[in-house]
């Protein structure tokens, strides 16, 4: 009986091996998928927690990665709108040339015509590069910006709406508590006794008159006119012995300086330009002639009144969101930029718009209005590079901060997702060695297991025949 119990012993031991060789089996089953599939865990059952944990950070790896995508295609259609708005400024330059060099008088009738013809093609360019597109949606011609209405415009003569933090409507009120002031002098000597040279210094330069012996007023005032393009400067002839200049600008810095370097000409101020005061939206501001920057915690606008403007004006409401975009990976993490109207008829100032440069309007190069035209072309060069500086502050404090958060996130993320999800290989090449090696070894003794229950049972056998 003890020979028996002992032949039943093996049998348990076989059986023991056995099972070890179906737990190694799947064990090197595991090991090899999650070496080809680079992947620790491929169902729940391989770490359930892990597996939650996973899913997680997949999640928010996706919304990082299309976060960085939405900005690099809003840094793209920033920097398309960025160099429409540069090649205007290059149209602007090359009108103001054309401006500059009718008004000097040397040209011909023939050549201020063809200068005016080139005029008009810089303006219908500006007016082209003001319908640039991306991605289907104009982003010059107002409709990527922030949209105003109940502006009157007899009062109001521009607003240039920088950034809209709500999403709701923005109503606006001015009150004008001070009108802005032109700077102006006055001359009350008469005709010249003696050849004359003054230097004469104005808001947009300086430049050199010369006066003949005797001169009246009235050649005393065209001389003074013919320069305005360059000084900034307009005489009006009062009477035989009288006159006045006023600056074409409005506020404190329009300056009025005329020395004679020759002969004599004396002037007294008579007005110093002051700027214009007013409270919006409960605070003072001061202007900066007629043009006031405002920046409150819901909007900020640049907005232009008209010099004759008093009191409270008609409000206007601001509404619109501009172009906004995916800053981060959550849906609130949203951000929005508004870009100006550059077309011909939206931009320019207090003296007019852009457009009336154009052959029939009124700042043309024949209508003898150089200083109104130069103004005006310096007024629309500030919008355009307003609009650019908008852009270019947007993509660097915005856009740039924003990319750099996404591409630490995703880094980090990534870093996270791979110390959970993905195989150490290292480690399972290590195991999977492992496990193969006791696989043989166990074969191996189930295999002496079984010769040993062989020759027992052979042994027994012969026994029972020989007794």
Request: avoid cysteine; charged fraction near 15%.
């Amino acid at each position: 009986m003890s020979r028996i119990g002992s032949i039943g012993s093996l049998g348990t031991a076989q059986l023991r091996a056995l099972s070890r060789l179906t737990q190694l089996g799947k064990a090197i089953t595991q090991n090899q998928k999650r070496i080809s599939t680079l992947r620790r865990i491929n169902s729940a059952k391989d770490d359930p927690s892990g597996l939650v944990s996973a899913r997680l950070l997949e999640t928010e790896l996706k919304a990082a990665e299309q976060a960085s995508e939405s900005v690099t295609r809003a840094s793209a259609q920033l920097n398309t709108a960025d160099a429409a708005a540069g090649e205007i400024l290059t149209q602007l330059t090359t009108a103001r040339a054309l401006v500059v060099a009718a008004a000097d008088g040397s040209l011909s009738a023939d050549e201020v015509a063809a200068n005016q013809i080139q005029l008009d093609q810089a303006l219908a360019a500006i007016d082209s590069l003001a319908q640039t597109t991306f991605n289907g949606r104009r982003l010059l011609d107002g409709s990527s910006g922030y949209r105003t209405s109940g502006v009157d415009t007899a009062e109001v003569l521009d607003v240039d709406v920088l950034d809209k933090t709500t999403s709701d409507d923005v109503t606006v009120s001015i009150n004008v508590t001070q009108q802005a002031t032109q700077r102006t002098d006055q001359y009350t000597g008469g005709s010249l006794g003696s050849a004359t040279t003054l230097t004469v210094e104005g808001p947009d330069g300086t430049t050199t008159i010369d006066l003949a012996n005797g001169a009246d007023t009235q050649t005393i005032t065209d001389a003074f006119n013919a320069v305005t393009y360059l000084t900034g400067i307009t005489a009006n002839r009062v009477n035989g012995s009288t006159v006045d200049f006023t600056t074409v600008d409005y506020g404190s810095a329009a300056t009025i300086s005329i020395d004679a370097t020759a002969g004599s000409f004396a002037t007294a101020t008579t007005q110093t330009g002051t700027d214009a005061l007013a409270t919006i939206d409960g605070t003072q501001y001061t202007g900066n002639g007629t043009t006031f920057n405002v920046n409150t915690n819901r909007y900020a606008i640049v907005v232009e009144i008209d010099p004759t403007a008093s009191g409270a004006l008609s409000s206007f409401t601001i509404s619109g969101d501009g172009l906004e975009f995916n800053v981060g990976s959550s849906v609130s993490s949203t951000a929005r930029i508004g870009l100006g109207n550059l077309h011909t008829s939206s931009v320019g100032g207090v003296t007019g718009k852009l457009s009336s440069l154009r052959s029939g309007g009124a700042n043309t190069l024949t209508s003898g209005r150089a200083a109104e035209a130069l103004k005006i072309l310096d007024d629309a060069a500030a919008d355009a590079s307003r609009t650019q500086a908008t852009i270019g502050g947007f993509k660097k404090f915005t856009l740039d901060s924003a990319s750099r958060v996404l591409d630490s996130q995703i880094e980090n993320v990534s870093s996270a997702l791979s110390a959970v999800r993905d195989t150490d290989l290292a480690l399972e090449s290590a195991l999977l060695a492992n496990n193969q090696l006791l696989e043989q070894t166990t074969l191996q003794a189930l295999s002496i297991s079984n010769l040993r229950n062989q020759n027992v049972l052979s042994l027994l056998r012969s026994a029972a025949v020989r007794f």
